[in-house]
């Protein structure tokens, strides 16, 4: 039977765990806390168009690919825990405030068009016909209807349950360093070796016949890995804020992603009263303090277009660390190292991405053969641009 250790539990690492335990694989999932990543930070938008950028088409297929899952995954997770996920899908509205974030929308609808992405344009009055809570002065929007949202520590903890129902063992450790077997046991560049498992915080052991990588920005971090196999991710920080609607107060019915002044912000309701408001971007390394000045902006942003939301309570601010790459897309299957699988560096889109990536990366433990949908996100794109020019290829 084959069996694999997956490194990091947050949502990529528990769903690949758990499918991939579904698929017959024996899994032992190791993070010290599980869900505790970026992941417990994650506004949870499950928007693949609104988050794609010019030259981002490979990722904005992978994104609808795995919204299309999402029902059917949400509901799996559910049927089998008897836990909820906060799924919902009610579309995301997108706001203009001034005349040039209008402007902004506008582009973003053409270049949904030209993706073959159908959005809904809608007048000031239409969007606050939809959302009475946004500020009078929205110029105008869109309106995509397919889109959802899931709160991810529900989907966390229900991942972590489905996991252990499906046979998972979970250990509550870090991987301390990996495991490589070979002729003297060292991990070469030149594929001598291959990953054999992890060697754990308390010094104890884990082998399995794949090691997978799935420990969001940290990652790279891991003792052991041979250079090629390094996968190019880095931290980005994100502060972001929950908020409560008082008893009785208004909700919004979906998600609102707004440009205010130029500057970006999004509200995302879910159904038992909190509002998320998010998210800076900033590159500060591993930097996770909450500041007066992030705070500020996001609720200044915020409040310009739902005023009334200065009544909700304040309940939370925090910042995560997303795991970045070079091209915002994933690194997905094969690394320089035999044996050695990589899911990590989803960027802002590894809650979306979640139900894809377990899937493809289930796969290919269970068959050996990686899916073509993962081609254009494996770790070859990095290895191909590092080549030097005139090198044949
Ligand atoms: C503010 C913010 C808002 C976001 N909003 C969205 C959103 O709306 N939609 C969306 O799709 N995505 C969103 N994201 C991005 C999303 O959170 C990430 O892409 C996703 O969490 C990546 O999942 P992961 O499992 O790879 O990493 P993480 O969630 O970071 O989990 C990594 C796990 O690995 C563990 N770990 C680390 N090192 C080790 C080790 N040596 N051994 C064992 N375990 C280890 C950690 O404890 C952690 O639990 C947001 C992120 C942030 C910060």
């Not at 190791?30 to 990543?37: H, I, K, Q």
């Not at 995954?73 to 008897?82: H, N, P, S, V």
């Not at 870090?174 to 594929?191: I, K, N, Q, R, T």
């Not at 494996?378 to 191909?384: H, K, L, P, S, Y």
Request: net charge negative; with cysteine; charged share 20%.
């Amino acid at each position: 039977m084959t069996s694999a250790v997956v490194i990091g539990a947050g949502v990529i690492g528990l769903s690949v765990a758990w499918r991939a335990a579904q698929r017959g694989v024996t899994v032992t999932l190791a993070d010290p806390v599980p869900g505790s990543g970026a992941t417990r930070a994650a506004a949870g938008m499950l928007t693949p168009v609104s988050e794609a950028a010019y030259a981002e088409k490979d990722l904005l297929g992978l994104g609808a690919e795995s919204l299309r899952r999402y029902p059917d995954f949400a509901a799996e997770l559910t049927g089998l825990t008897g836990l909820p996920t906060g799924f919902r899908r009610d579309g995301t509205m997108q706001v203009g405030y001034d005349a040039d974030d209008l402007a902004v929308i506008e582009e973003l609808h053409a270049l949904q068009e030209s993706f073959g992405v159908a959005a809904e344009r809608l007048t000031a009055r239409q969007c606050r016909k939809a959302e009475p809570l946004l500020d009078p002065s929205v110029r105008g929007g869109l309106l995509t209807t397919g889109d959802g949202s899931v709160d991810p520590r529900l989907l966390a903890r229900a991942l972590l349950a489905a996991a252990e129902k499906s046979g998972v063992r979970i250990v509550r450790q870090p991987a301390a360093g990996l495991l490589v077997a070979g002729e003297d046991g060292e991990a070469s560049e030149d594929g001598g070796g291959r990953a054999a498992g992890a060697r754990l915080a308390d010094g104890s052991e884990v082998t399995a016949d794949w090691v997978v990588l799935a420990a969001g920005w940290q990652s790279p971090a891991l003792a052991g890995l041979p250079p090629a196999a390094v996968p190019p991710v880095r931290p980005v920080k994100g502060q972001i804020l929950r908020l409560r609607v008082p008893p009785e107060g208004d909700q919004l019915s979906r998600c609102v992603r707004g440009v205010v002044r130029g500057r970006s912000v999004y509200l995302v309701p879910r159904q038992d009263g909190e509002l998320v408001v998010g998210a800076t971007q900033e590159e500060m390394g591993a930097d996770t303090r909450v500041t007066a000045g992030g705070v500020w902006e996001l609720l200044r942003d915020a409040r310009t277009l739902v005023p009334g939301l200065t009544e909700f309570e304040f309940a939370e601010a925090i910042a995560g660390l997303r795991p970045g790459t070079p091209d915002n897309a994933p690194v997905l299957g094969p690394s320089g190292l035999p044996g050695l699988v990589l899911a990590t560096g989803h960027f802002r889109a590894g809650v979306l991405l979640a139900p894809v990536t377990a899937e493809i990366v289930a796969d290919y433990l269970a068959t050996g053969r990686l899916a073509a949908a993962a081609d254009p996100f494996t770790m070859a794109r990095f290895q191909r641009r590092r080549q030097p020019e005139g090198t044949p290829r």
